[in-house]
């Protein structure tokens, strides 16, 4: 089975109450910290109400910050809205510009496989090529390749927001009834190890037998592309 690119993410990781503090190697930033700052986007409605707390928490100064939001607004076709990049080389590019004191910091890749990427593609299709769309339905279409020289780091359970970030299965502490229902084996990154039918899994998340987030859920594969120390 083949598996597309949806999309780079840098990330710090958080400890999760609910799993003991453990880390979880989901790119959900309802779990994590997403790097790629999207609120300092000039489209962004919030924007203001979110500088101070971005310069205190990454210990950015106003020149940084500057900076920092004019890089987003003039690389917007590097980034894959809301907060995904397009290409390994511009995590590097931005990564080494705004956060070299900021470590550890993880590269990670997520993929969809062959039915999950034309189940995306249908539900967030548009009406025409130049309509606004979310950054993974834009890298999905271009059907790009898994590199499989990256290290895999296990299965996530994602639920895709019409903006185009996205929950995960730990959001809504689905674990347990996961693997028990599935044989599943939830692996010391906080995700499932292989599979051999996830397309039940994926019938099962979206069906009404569980509550979680109304939105679209994907299985994606997760994979690490490089870890900044």
């Known amino acids: 089975m ?12 958080c400890p999760y109450p609910l799993l003991d503090n453990q ?9 994590n910290d997403n790097l790629l ?4 986007c000039s489209d962004y409605q919030d924007k203001e109400k979110y500088i101070n707390e971005i310069e205190l928490k990454y210990k950015l100064n106003k020149n940084d910050m500057s900076s920092l939001s004019n890089w ?34 993880y590269l990670f890749a997520i993929y969809f496989d062959e039915n999950e990427t034309n189940r995306l593609l249908d539900l967030f299709k548009t009406e025409n090529d130049n309509e606004w769309c979310i950054g993974i339905y834009r890298l999905l279409k271009d059907k790009i390749i898994e590199n499989d020289k990256e290290k895999l780091l296990g299965y996530d359970l994602i639920g895709l927001e019409s903006v185009g970030d996205f929950h995960t299965f730990h959001c809504n502490d689905l674990a347990k009834d996961i693997c028990n229902k599935f044989g599943l084996i939830l692996n010391k990154y906080g995700l499932f190890d ?15 037998e569980i509550a979680c987030e109304p939105v679209p859920w994907f299985v994606t594969k997760v ?5 900044f120390e």
């Open 23 to 31: 880390l979880i190697y989901t790119c959900s930033s309802c779990i």
């Open 223 to 227: 994979k690490m592309v490089y870890k």
């Open 72 to 105: 987003i607004n003039n690389n917007l076709d590097k980034i894959r809205w809301p907060d995904a990049f397009s290409e390994i080389k511009f995590v590097y590019e931005y990564k080494n510009k705004y956060f070299k004191h900021i470590n550890p910091l």
């Open 2 to 13: 083949k598996y597309y690119l949806g999309g780079y993410y840098l990330i710090s990781l």
């Open 37 to 40: 700052l999207y609120p300092l």
């Open 194 to 208: 292989e599979y051999s039918n996830w397309d039940s899994v994926s019938n099962y998340i979206n069906s009404e």
